[in-house]
């Protein structure tokens, strides 16, 4: 891949200077779902597909963007100087949000970049490529401009620019999973404090498969914001009986003893998903030290159907591939991933039983939704790399 996306860099804007190849994974959030900006815990791990840069400084202060995913764009091109997001920009707009984010935090790029990107993550399948694309971009300008910043730094810039920039109320996850990814690890991270570690991802015979719906969602016209404000809500009504400062400090216990001070049920079931999925994650994660994979494949299953009932963010494009797949023997769990309202499912399926889910999941799903799903066996991968 290295090769191709260089060939085409050059043929598009020159062999002269130094040309710099990159590499940002995807993620994929094995359990924890809407946690992150209730103060909860998740359980991401980075994956070995995501999005290859390719890039060079300029003299002038001209931006250069190039897509291999949206040829029919072309180049498009604006300045580093007043940034600011455009319609017309479409996938551009990470890349200068990242690049803007970094003038806010005192970083200033000064000359202009060309940039070429291509990505072998299916766009829009929840597996955050626009998050791929801004840790990429964190990670480009930080190593042709030599930014004194961490991994962990060039998350936060990527949860800012979203927010700020592009204006999508995300959580830390997909930016943290991407930028601090580590081969064969998921990582357990508390979002309320921003502690992690790394937990080993052993599953004996078994294999991640995700299933895209190819139902495509865009985070920031989805109900997400949505979801968010409900929950912000509830925390209040809950903040006047209980002194919390998050949805992710109540166990479930404490959550059924204080429910009745959230005044609609509706608001109660969104607030009850972010506080037991965030019981499940931590459950899971110890399953998992255990080599316990059954159970961890039961806590999936649950949070699937707290993400229906509860929180309802699935549809049934998410709902007919998980449930398709609980049928299938050899499956240990299945469950939504990402935000919902489309995207991707994430299913742990024993080696011999892999094929027949892809036939059976596959054509079922076609049956019923009238076209067909992607699958892709993944492994999990590093961080963000300058490829040599």
């Not at 003038?103 to 993550?121: A, H, S």
């Not at 059954?294 to 549809?315: C, I, P, Q």
Request: proline share 2%.
């Amino acid at each position: 891949m290295k090769e191709q996306v260089l060939t085409r860099f050059k043929e598009l804007f020159g062999d002269e200077g130094d040309i710099r190849v990159y590499f940002a994974p995807g993620r994929v959030n094995l359990i924890g779902e809407h946690t992150d900006y209730n103060g909860g815990h998740v359980f991401p791990c980075a994956l070995t597909i995501g999005t290859y840069g390719v890039a060079r400084k300029r003299a002038d202060k001209k931006l250069r963007f190039y897509s291999m995913n949206f040829e029919q764009l072309g180049v498009l091109e604006s300045s580093i100087e007043g940034l600011k997001p455009e319609k017309e920009a479409d996938w551009t707009n990470y890349p200068k949000g990242v690049i803007w984010a970094f003038g806010e935090k005192g970083m200033q790029v000064d000359t202009g970049l060309d940039l070429l990107l291509f990505g072998n993550i299916p766009n829009g399948s929840g597996l955050s490529s626009s998050a791929s694309v801004e840790v990429l971009t964190g990670y480009i300008l930080k190593d042709l401009f030599g930014f004194g910043v961490t991994n962990q730094d060039l998350a936060l810039i990527g949860q800012f620019s979203e927010n700020k920039f592009n204006g999508v109320n995300c959580g830390i996850m997909d930016q943290f999973a991407i930028a601090m990814g580590k081969a064969e690890h998921a990582i357990f991270l508390d979002t309320a404090t921003l502690k992690y570690e790394y937990a080993p991802v052993r599953l004996k015979d078994a294999k991640i498969v995700i299933s895209c719906s190819n139902k495509k969602r865009g985070l920031g016209d989805s109900k997400y914001n949505e979801r968010r404000a409900e929950c912000e809500e509830a925390l209040a009504e809950l903040q006047k009986v209980v002194d919390i400062k998050s949805l992710g400090e109540l166990s479930e216990e404490q959550f059924e003893e204080y429910k009745g001070a959230i005044g609609s049920e509706v608001r109660m079931r969104r607030a009850k998903h972010a506080v037991y999925e965030n019981q499940r994650t931590l459950k899971a994660v110890e399953a998992l030290k255990e080599n316990d994979v059954e159970t961890f494949g039961k806590l999936m299953n649950a949070s699937h159907v707290s993400l229906r009932d509860d929180y309802e963010v699935t549809g049934i494009e998410l709902d007919t591939l998980v449930e398709e797949a609980w049928k299938v023997d050899g499956v240990i769990g299945s469950r939504m991933t990402g935000a919902g309202f489309g995207g991707c499912t994430v299913s742990i399926v024993k080696d011999e039983a892999v094929e027949h889910f892809i036939e059976a999941v596959g054509s079922a799903y076609e049956k019923k939704i009238g076209y067909s799903a992607d699958f892709y066996v993944v492994e999990i991968g590093d961080g963000p790399s300058r490829l040599a």
